[in-house]
């Protein structure tokens, strides 16, 4: 049986579109919730900014991404939550086609996927565990399991419906709507102050005299660390 929940409209467009000029490894200096890093772009450089539309597979049957598929909406990031299987593909080239003509902004997983040439060669933004030449199965061995919008655990990350998905060259770190949006303003501040130093230090200054002049924004953040 799989199960197919109500999706949760929580990320505010204009959150999504604040972030994408932003980088996670920013709003990593406060939350803990980055993935592990054996979780890698298939390609770079790249950026993946937008809600989770989470699924559970059977280790080797891949049937919820497709039920999943059904209620997706444009701009949704699928987080595929494979457990242990690492010898069958989440998805390959055809897939991902399918993907991109539904709008759907990229994909997460915890497994491998198949056809990265070809994954890199159309641009849609992909994070997995490598790449394995056999792929998984939408129906067989008569077994119909999984979930669609429920928790899922990927890369050492639980992963909630809605929760804002967010990844570059260096990875993917997750933040639920309300994170995103309570420190949208530090990651700008911090990111402003950044680009101000390396302009300075392309002067001729030290990191010292910047931050004499100029503190971090770190020194004014009281970090309260985030695990799911």
Same mark, same amino acid.
């Given at each position: 049986?799989?199960?197919?929940?109500?999706?949760?409209?929580?990320l505010?467009?204009?959150?999504?579109?604040? %972030?994408? +000029?932003?980088?996670p490894?920013?709003?990593?200096? &406060?939350?803990?919730?980055?993935?592990? #890093? #054996?979780?890698?772009?298939?390609?770079?450089?790249?950026?993946?900014?937008?809600?989770?539309?989470?699924?559970?597979? %059977?280790?080797?049957?891949? #049937?919820?991404?497709?039920?999943?598929?059904?209620?997706?909406?444009?701009?949704d990031?699928?987080?595929?939550?494979?457990?242990?299987?690492?010898?069958?593909?989440?998805?390959?080239?055809?897939?991902?086609?399918? %993907?991109?003509?539904?709008?759907?902004?990229?994909?997460?997983?915890?497994?491998?996927?198949?056809?990265?040439?070809? &994954?890199?060669?159309?641009?849609?933004?992909?994070? @997995?565990?490598?790449?394995?030449?056999?792929?998984? +199965?939408?129906?067989?061995?008569?077994?119909?399991?999984?979930?669609?919008?429920?928790?899922?655990?990927?890369?050492?990350?639980?992963?909630?419906?809605?929760?804002?998905?967010?990844?570059?060259?260096?990875?993917?770190?997750?933040? #639920?709507?309300?994170?995103?949006?309570?420190?949208?303003?530090?990651?700008?501040? +911090?990111?402003?102050?950044?680009?101000?130093?390396?302009?300075?230090?392309?002067?001729?200054?030290?990191? @010292?005299?910047?931050?004499?002049?100029?503190?971090?924004?770190?020194?004014?953040v009281?970090?309260?660390?985030?695990?799911?």
């Open positions: 049986m799989i199960t197919v929940n109500p999706r949760p409209d929580r505010a467009p204009e959150l999504v579109q604040a %972030y994408k +000029k932003l980088a490894a920013t709003l990593g200096h &406060i939350l803990e919730t980055a993935m592990e #890093s #054996s979780i890698q772009a298939v390609w770079k450089p790249i950026k993946l900014v937008g809600p989770a539309l989470t699924v559970q597979t %059977y280790p080797q049957i891949t #049937s919820a991404v497709a039920a999943a598929l059904k209620i997706a909406k444009p701009g990031v699928l987080v595929i939550a494979r457990g242990s299987e690492q010898r069958h593909a989440t998805t390959g080239e055809i897939g991902c086609l399918g %993907y991109i003509e539904l709008g759907i902004a990229g994909m997460v997983t915890d497994g491998p996927i198949a056809d990265q040439v070809a &994954i890199q060669r159309m641009q849609f933004p992909v994070f @997995s565990r490598g790449s394995v030449a056999m792929t998984g +199965k939408t129906g067989g061995w008569g077994i119909e399991w999984g979930a669609v919008n429920v928790p899922v655990n990927v890369g050492g990350v639980v992963v909630n419906p809605g929760d804002m998905v967010f990844g570059d060259d260096d990875g993917v770190l997750i933040a #639920s709507p309300e994170e995103a949006r309570e420190h949208l303003a530090f990651v700008q501040e +911090k990111e402003g102050w950044e680009e101000w130093v390396r302009g300075e230090i392309a002067r001729g200054r030290t990191i @010292s005299q910047c931050r004499a002049e100029r503190p971090d924004p770190m020194t004014k009281t970090i309260g660390t985030v695990n799911r």
